[in-house]
């Protein structure tokens, strides 16, 4: 072939190097430069993968000299990385996701994240290879917050990226991370079986949007994505068990406008009259810090119940609005609310902040009279209110039962 373009030499250093040859794929790319053919993004690509190629890293290891093989690929990922930047070669998806995964494999971290760093838009290969460079050379932790970085930008864990996050997990001793890295499996799993059925009803819809809810922030965006999905399916419409999964999905500053919408869907609707629902509403503006929302929301409720009392009570509680909360807390014994092991340690630690002794003990009185006081959590909250009230004679006194007496115990 007389003349050779851009795309001709790419095919042909491609070839090489999906068959193995490597070298050769090096080799035919000098030697392109030197015809003067300018390389481009899928060019650069291609050779930042024979430079990693797969059979000269397991004879580099078979030889024993590990070090040697991160040296020699090193230097060469570097020079294709600086040649192509020369060039004023963008480093966009397909570039990027080369050399990230290159920088992984040759245990440059730094360099690795430098590049992951100048990208405006990144794939899931691009995460996937990120997170494994780091947890293939002994940077759980890494691992694991950019797994949970990947989450909050709405990409989708593909295999590769939930099994090198389980093994970073396993390599800080993150239990809890490496479940939730777990469970992320399986609903990746539910997500393609849901797929496949032709004939959603609303019970799968809801079960695919519940199980994404559950999976926290990290996967609220597909989440909302999945809801607003069935919201334009004609023949069908969200229930109010589709309205709770998603408004559980909402409860952080990154889904509070979708949360805002769905709450003035449901004004509009037959289910603001749904004390269950509303409740759910309350709590979602708790969880993102608006205790302005969540008592129009409270105010809104047509048949307020014990839940919708706690829930507006830990709102303001949770929120540092103490003095409100005790307020709320005298209206809703006033109103004849039936407190319950939930409200009432909510009014007890708002007591314990405001150093409110005389309305504690009338709680602590409401406690023994409504026969709460074998609950550990409410014995508990009854002992910080007197111990941080200046009161250790009242916190010594015996306690409801073994835990609550632990608790006693560990204070003084």
């Known amino acids: 072939m007389s003349h050779k373009n851009?795309?001709?030499?790419?095919?042909?250093?491609s070839a090489l190097v999906h068959h193995g040859f490597y070298l050769k794929a090096l080799n035919l790319f000098k030697e392109m430069l030197e015809s003067g053919a300018r390389p481009n993004q899928f060019t650069f690509s291609v050779v930042v993968r024979a430079c990693i190629g797969s059979s000269l890293v397991d004879m580099y290891f078979k030889l024993g000299v590990a070090l040697r093989m991160h040296v020699?690929?090193?230097?060469?990922?570097?020079?294709?990385?600086?040649?192509?930047?020369?060039?004023?070669?963008?480093?966009?998806?397909?570039?990027?996701?080369?050399?990230?995964d290159a920088y992984g494999k040759c245990g440059n971290m730094e360099w690795g994240r430098k590049v992951l760093n100048s990208m405006e838009w990144k794939d899931s290969f691009v995460w996937s290879s990120i997170i494994s460079g780091y947890a293939r050379n002994g940077s759980g932790d890494e691992a694991v917050c950019l797994f949970r970085d990947m989450c909050r930008q709405g990409m989708k864990p593909d295999q590769h990226a939930l099994s090198s996050t389980l093994k970073a997990c396993a390599e800080i001793e993150d239990l809890e991370t490496g479940v939730q890295v777990h469970n992320c499996n399986e609903i990746c799993e539910a997500h393609k079986l849901f797929r496949r059925i032709d004939d959603k009803d609303i019970v799968a819809w809801n079960s695919m949007i519940l199980g994404y809810a559950q999976m926290e922030e990290e996967s609220s965006y597909h989440c909302i994505k999945i809801f607003r999905e069935l919201c334009q399916t004609p023949a069908l419409k969200p229930d109010g068990a589709t309205i709770i999964a998603i408004l559980k999905s909402c409860q952080n500053q990154a889904g509070l406008i979708t949360g805002i919408q769905i709450h003035t869907m449901i004004m509009k609707s037959s289910l603001s009259c749904e004390t269950l629902i509303c409740n759910a509403v309350i709590n979602m503006y708790s969880k993102c810090g608006d205790v302005d929302d969540a008592y129009k929301a409270f105010i809104d409720i047509v048949h307020r119940d014990a839940i919708s009392w706690s829930s507006i009570i830990g709102s303001y509680q949770?929120?540092?609005?103490?003095?409100?909360?005790?307020?709320?807390?005298?209206?809703?014994?006033?109103?004849?609310?039936?407190?319950?092991?939930?409200?009432?340690?909510?009014?007890?630690?708002?007591?314990?902040?405001?150093?409110?002794?005389?309305?504690?003990?009338?709680?602590?009185?409401?406690?023994?009279?409504?026969?709460f006081d074998g609950d550990v959590y409410v014995g508990s909250s009854i002992i910080d209110m007197y111990a941080k009230c200046g009161f250790m004679e009242e916190s010594r006194k015996p306690s409801m039962n073994k835990k609550t007496q632990i608790k006693q115990r560990s204070m003084h």
């Open 6 to 13: 851009v795309v001709t030499w790419t095919s042909m250093i």
């Open 318 to 371: 949770q929120n540092g609005f103490e003095l409100e909360a005790l307020s709320l807390c005298k209206e809703m014994l006033a109103d004849g609310v039936y407190v319950t092991s939930f409200s009432l340690p909510l009014c007890i630690a708002a007591c314990s902040e405001l150093a409110a002794i005389d309305v504690g003990k009338q709680f602590h009185s409401s406690v023994i009279k409504l026969g």
């Open 72 to 100: 020699v690929f090193l230097v060469e990922v570097q020079q294709i990385h600086g040649l192509a930047l020369k060039l004023g070669t963008e480093v966009d998806v397909v570039v990027g996701s080369a050399l990230v």
